[in-house]
């Protein structure tokens, strides 16, 4: 019933940026919320940031300060700007969202993932 495809993922140098975006697609109606997650080799997926549909957003510890989302509510994309990347960013990062799709009242989807792995 929806779909969420990211792009942008790749390999980065330490300081570096990124910028992550992720389209969705399908018989939306409203979305609760949009975010991403990341998971990195060993490790549980965790939070890296929410944004709801009136705008607030929530970040994880590790990233507050670097990260930013913000939506494009016309395109039904959420983007993730990513500054001054560390090593212990590497991970593969999943896009998700809460939407309200009929007949459904509450979708929770996730995409497929991009990697980023910040190195040098």
């Given at each position: 019933?929806?779909?969420?495809?990211?792009?942008?993922?790749?390999?980065?140098?330490?300081?570096?940026?990124?910028?992550?975006?992720?389209?969705?697609?399908?018989?939306?109606?409203?979305f609760?919320?949009?975010?991403?997650?990341?998971?990195?080799?060993g490790?549980?997926?965790?939070?890296?940031?929410?944004?709801?549909?009136?705008?607030?957003?929530?970040?994880?510890?590790?990233?507050?300060?670097?990260?930013?989302i913000s939506?494009?509510n016309a395109?039904?994309?959420?983007?993730?700007q990513?500054?001054?990347?560390?090593?212990?960013?590497t991970?593969?990062?999943?896009?998700?969202?809460v939407?309200?799709?009929?007949?459904a009242?509450?979708?929770?989807?996730?995409?497929?993932?991009?990697?980023?792995t910040?190195?040098?």
């Open positions: 019933q929806v779909q969420l495809v990211e792009s942008g993922g790749g390999l980065v140098q330490p300081g570096g940026s990124l910028r992550l975006s992720c389209e969705a697609s399908g018989s939306i109606l409203s609760n919320h949009m975010g991403w997650y990341r998971q990195a080799p490790k549980q997926r965790e939070l890296v940031a929410v944004i709801t549909n009136g705008g607030s957003t929530n970040y994880g510890d590790s990233v507050k300060g670097r990260f930013t939506r494009d395109k039904n994309t959420v983007y993730l990513m500054n001054s990347l560390k090593p212990e960013d991970a593969v990062y999943y896009c998700n969202a939407a309200v799709a009929p007949p009242n509450r979708v929770d989807s996730w995409g497929k993932g991009t990697l980023v910040v190195s040098s």
